[in-house]
């Protein structure tokens, strides 16, 4: 499975030459400017990504297709009580716009009324410019901004700099997660986690 959107094209080329059948998580979705951060919507992977991946498996395994889709049911009422709890950490937050570190959050930030109001690094490996960081500067001020958040697969020394120029917090968000990494070694345990980082940092709860 591939998320696509050229995000994992490495995918693309495993699957070449083999009989795997690639599915494509995004493919007929509308993306935000083919933004590929899907998963960071817990909606979306409830209604679009859950059901494609669970057809996908029931496909590969027929067999074991009642076990799947229990299993798919169970996983869904996850993903209900996870936005559930989203919703709550930010039913009263103190602000709602921060600056983020790469354009990775439009759909969370869509689907839970925060306002993105720009990112540091606006393509993959290429900074904001000088001009583009004073630009920033501005349109952060007019809006507010009380929060810039850093992720670890980035460096943090123009989040600090942008931070600093607004007397805002600096709080980290990660968009991947990993299997050894404590409090964000699954899907469900990572968004809870960016959740609570956005509702702490933006002063929504203690």
Do not use: C, K
Not at 156 to 174: F, G, I, N, T
Not at 176 to 204: E, I, K, M, N, V
């Amino acid at each position: 499975m591939a998320v696509g959107a050229g995000l994992d094209t490495w995918a693309v080329g495993l699957a070449q030459g083999t009989d795997a059948r690639l599915v494509t998580l995004t493919a007929g979705m509308t993306l935000d400017h083919g933004n590929p951060h899907v998963w960071l919507d817990p909606i979306l992977v409830r209604d679009v990504l859950l059901p494609r991946i669970t057809d996908a498996l029931v496909e590969l395994a027929p067999a074991a297709a009642p076990q799947i889709r229990a299993r798919a049911a169970i996983y869904r009422q996850s993903l209900d009580a996870l936005d559930r709890g989203i919703r709550a950490d930010f039913a009263h937050l103190d602000s709602r716009a921060f600056v983020a570190t790469h354009p990775a959050w439009p759909y969370f930030a869509a689907r839970y009324g925060l306002h993105e109001v720009g990112v540091l690094f606006p393509s993959p490996g290429r900074e904001a410019s000088p001009r583009e960081f004073a630009a920033l500067v501005d349109r952060a001020r007019a809006a507010g901004v009380r929060a810039v958040f850093t992720e670890p697969q980035l460096g943090d020394a123009s989040a600090r700099a942008l931070a600093d120029e607004l007397h805002a917090r600096v709080a980290m968000l990660d968009p991947l997660g990993g299997p050894s990494l404590t409090g964000r070694d699954s899907y469900l345990a990572l968004l809870r986690f960016d959740a609570r980082q956005f509702a702490r940092t933006l002063g929504g709860v203690p």
